[in-house]
């Protein structure tokens, strides 16, 4: 028995059910604009975030070790316990750094992933 493509009339084994569902061929997939301006709205927040968070984190890296000979030299009125906590929090200020700057590039890569994403056309 030899076996053709899918003609009725030389085939006995043929049937339209298997013919048809082998044809089939997946529609391609479009972006709706609902989902890509949802997207965009919330991949710029999470980026705005994380900057905000960086620079945050920055600013107290450099503050601690500003405060704390302040407050000595100038006797302001700090309880002792904050005072300790803000120079333990001077001696690790590197800590605060690392974070910030983590933070700042992750807010980078979201905004370039973001834009990657979003660009209708496709890399090449």
């Given at each position: 028995m030899q076996i053709t493509d899918g003609d009725p009339s030389t085939?006995?084994?043929w049937s339209p059910i298997v013919t048809a569902a082998s044809n089939i061929t997946p529609a391609p997939r479009g972006r709706s604009g609902l989902s890509s301006a949802a997207k965009a709205v919330l991949g710029t927040a999470l980026a705005l975030f994380l900057a905000l968070v960086g620079i945050s984190f920055v600013a107290l890296a450099g503050a601690f070790p500003i405060v704390v000979p302040m407050i000595q030299e100038q006797h302001l009125p700090v309880s002792a316990k904050d005072l300790e906590l803000a120079k333990a929090f001077a001696s690790v200020w590197w800590i605060f750094a690392v974070a910030?700057?983590?933070t700042l590039v992750a807010a980078l890569v979201t905004a370039v992933k973001l834009v990657q994403h979003l660009d209708p056309t496709p890399a090449e």
């Open positions: 085939n006995p084994n910030g700057f983590a």
